[in-house]
């Protein structure tokens, strides 16, 4: 990259897969506020077997989980968007979760149809979109579930960074209307995301890896000169 790389990634933890590399700066600009009252109704829909399967979207859903559910009960079968997910409930509940081929909600709600879900509870983020639940409604009992909000902290994303990951459609948002200026190239990790920085960094080039994953996005870094 003309100039050298500068990258920036502003999630609330540093991947394992983006760890060593000498031309990132990891800026934990994304607070997760758990909510108390919906991991507590999640945890009692799960032990009393109310639903058949359960979806979650992120890491961050398990692990919070944890907290309130004192292991997997053996009814409901579990659906993890990613292989970062699936980390993070088999770190959570020691098992394996079901995962679709491709890393997105839309490739998660087809699992979930793959499986013949009658019922589904999905946990969420405050901020996401129902894409997932209004794709299984017509064919399952869809039940969704506000497990934590994510809130983005503005002052703490710094300036000078030509490279962005942007991991979800909140923080393209704000990398760009902080960064717009400055950016070359944002590598978005799923189609949301890249819609939005497409609409806020109208400069940069915007790529949207294949894979949904953060060894895609290394992947896609070392292609562009980062590394």
Not at 201 to 222: D, G, M, N, W
Request: charge should be neutral.
């Amino acid at each position: 990259m003309e100039g050298g790389c500068r990258a920036l990634y502003l999630g609330p933890e540093l991947p394992l897969e983006l760890r060593d590399l000498r031309t990132l700066t990891w800026v934990k600009a994304v607070a997760i506020e758990p909510l108390d009252e919906g991991l507590r109704e999640s945890a009692r829909l799960i032990r009393e077997g109310l639903y058949d399967c359960v979806a979650f979207t992120s890491p961050r859903g398990p692990l919070l989980l944890r907290g309130f559910l004192q292991g997997w009960p053996s009814g409901p079968r579990p659906l993890c968007v990613g292989p970062g997910t699936a980390r993070a409930f088999s770190e959570a509940f020691g098992l394996r979760c079901y995962m679709p081929r491709t890393y997105t909600t839309g490739s998660l709600a087809s699992l979930a149809l793959e499986l013949n879900c009658r019922s589904l509870l999905t946990l969420r983020s405050e901020q996401g979109d129902d894409e997932l639940e209004a794709a299984v409604r017509a064919s399952a009992n869809v039940h969704r579930v506000n497990i934590y909000r994510e809130r983005v902290l503005a002052n703490l994303i710094p300036t000078g960074f030509n490279v962005v990951i942007a991991s979800s459609a909140l923080i393209a948002e704000a990398a760009c209307q902080r960064l717009k200026d400055t950016v070359d190239l944002v590598i978005a990790m799923g189609p949301k995301a890249a819609r939005r920085a497409k609409e806020l960094c109208p400069e940069a080039t915007v790529i949207e890896p294949q894979e949904h994953s953060f060894k895609a996005v290394r992947e896609a870094l070392a292609m562009s000169g980062c590394s």
